[in-house]
């Protein structure tokens, strides 16, 4: 009979200590000890691992494309949000929390792994570089199925389907669509070949209500005293050609009228907002769904999102009203963490990013986090406890994706773009390109209109060398393969970990 190790108690309410960047020679030899702390838990004799009692569930929620600042509780007056506002008032809000990209499969994979896209693996989305997480690369998923919950995701878009090793770790993944290939632009087509569609799902993409409603279905067959880890993936707001039902628009002053160009900057911003509030409604669905089965006060819930949208003033300030850039608009998300026995209504407003959401529900759980992981516990900021600054990185490799729309970006960003993020600084490096970098001085000008890289060349100089010193410019020429974070995968294999799916 297998007896598994004691589950430590959560660590203690200080900083966590860790280097804010790892070197990438030190990848492999990170991977593997977090993988023989963790995997070594599991029994040899073929037991299922049991997760300690009292064990928490795990609710992580997506939006795809949603900005922080369009949400009521970051201060938007005309939101319709009061659900995904109410997860604020129950916890934990931070106001500066950033993405890896500001594209939707790169990104996610830094969620689910806690890494960046360079440690990760997954740099395009198609084309010349990897656009899979590395084999051995655990998600969070893994990480706690590995201690016996159980798992599930239910999203929403092609974006996130299996091919980009999103699956890892899920007993179940379920995104009500047929898997496409990502070689070529067909998703893409099919995704324009129509707007305005009043439709629970088309081939690319499903609806709020469709997605929550197979969540909600997962979690009948869940049992009490079995912990869960179920990550919901919306992806309404990010078109509009599937809209939210017509009654429901109509209600709100909004009549869907073909004839509109998908294009049309007014009716973008109109329906980003309609939709928003709809999927509001849905989350709102799996809270009372939690709340009715009595497991509300017993599970973790993280709201966030993999990027934002230009929108009218992203087309303003620098050219796109779209995402995939590293301005503001497009990779400051929403971040909100509500731990049960955690003080309610919380305001973070230190610099945070995705990738410290994998730690911060490990530490929520009892687990401790495996030693590779770049991303840092938020629950001792949570608790008003000082942490040291972090910095955000994230990146858009648009030479190298074949989705990438080189021809309709900003002249100056058809470009390998890296940024950096500091409480103070921040800098868009240009890979092709350097004369075309971009330094911000985020304290004096947050809304990034002025870039003062001619004025302050020593700091354009420091943070291309930490960009340097990070690996992340080692991007592999097109056609080669980028290998992500370094690991043995002969001994994953002899671990049993590699093909854990």
Not at 102 to 116: D, F, Q, R, W
Not at 422 to 445: I, T
């Amino acid at each position: 009979m297998c007896t598994l190790p004691p589950i430590p108690p959560p660590a203690p309410r200080g900083r966590r200590a860790g280097p804010r960047w790892a070197s990438p020679r030190s990848a492999r030899a990170l991977v593997l000890l977090g993988l023989l702390g963790l995997l070594g838990t599991a029994c040899a004799d073929g037991d299922e691992p049991r997760p300690p009692a009292g064990a928490p569930n795990v609710l992580l929620i997506t939006l795809d494309t949603t900005r922080a600042d369009r949400l009521g509780c970051y201060g938007y007056a005309p939101a319709r949000t009061p659900r995904i506002d109410s997860l604020a008032a129950d916890g934990a809000r931070f106001g500066r929390a950033v993405a890896t990209a500001g594209v939707t499969p790169m990104s996610h994979a830094s969620i689910l792994t806690g890494l960046n896209p360079y440690r990760h693996g997954l740099r395009v989305f198609a084309g010349g570089a990897s656009n899979r997480i590395r084999d051995g690369v655990p998600t969070l998923a893994s990480l706690l199925r590995a201690r016996g919950w159980h798992t599930a995701a239910f999203v929403s878009a092609y974006t996130v389907q299996p091919a980009f090793g999103l699956d890892r770790g899920f007993d179940l993944f379920d995104t009500g669509l047929e898997q496409v290939d990502l070689s070529s632009k067909e998703p893409l087509r099919d995704a324009r070949a129509g707007h305005w569609r009043d439709a629970r799902a088309v081939p690319t993409q499903r609806r709020a209500d469709a997605t929550t409603e197979a969540a909600r279905a997962w979690l009948e067959g869940r049992r009490d005293g079995e912990p869960w880890f179920l990550w919901v993936h919306y992806f309404d707001v990010h078109d509009f050609n599937v809209v939210p039902p017509a009654a429901f628009a109509r209600e709100r002053g909004i009549e869907y009228d073909p004839s509109v160009p998908r294009s049309d900057p007014v009716a973008r911003e109109a329906l980003y907002d309609l939709e928003l509030e709809y999927l509001d409604l849905h989350v709102g669905d799996l809270l009372d769904d939690l709340g009715a089965r009595g497991w509300r006060d017993d599970t973790v819930v993280v709201v966030t999102a993999d990027h934002g949208q230009g929108l009218s003033d992203g087309e303003e300030r620098h050219g796109w009203a779209l995402h995939r850039l590293l301005y503001d608009w497009s990779v400051r998300v929403p971040l909100l963490v509500d731990v049960p026995g955690e003080q309610a209504g919380v305001v973070v407003e230190d610099l945070v990013r995705t990738i410290d959401v994998v730690p911060t529900v490990l530490e929520a759980a009892g687990l401790p986090p495996p030693p590779h992981l770049e991303g840092r516990s938020l629950l001792g900021l949570m608790r008003g406890q000082p942490d040291e600054p972090r910095t955000a990185y994230a990146d858009a490799l648009n030479t190298l994706d074949l989705h990438a729309p080189l021809n309709g970006l900003p002249e100056a960003c058809r470009d390998d773009l890296f940024a950096l993020v500091e409480e103070r600084w921040k800098l868009v490096h240009h890979r092709h390109a350097p004369e075309n970098d971009e330094l911000y001085d985020l304290a004096a000008d947050p809304l990034e209109l002025h870039n003062v890289a001619a004025e302050h060349p020593a700091e354009v100089a420091r943070m291309r060398a930490a960009l340097a010193a990070t690996g992340a410019l080692d991007v592999p020429a097109a056609g080669a393969e980028d290998g992500g974070a370094e690991v043995d995968v002969e001994a994953l294999e002899a671990l049993g970990y590699v093909g854990d799916h």
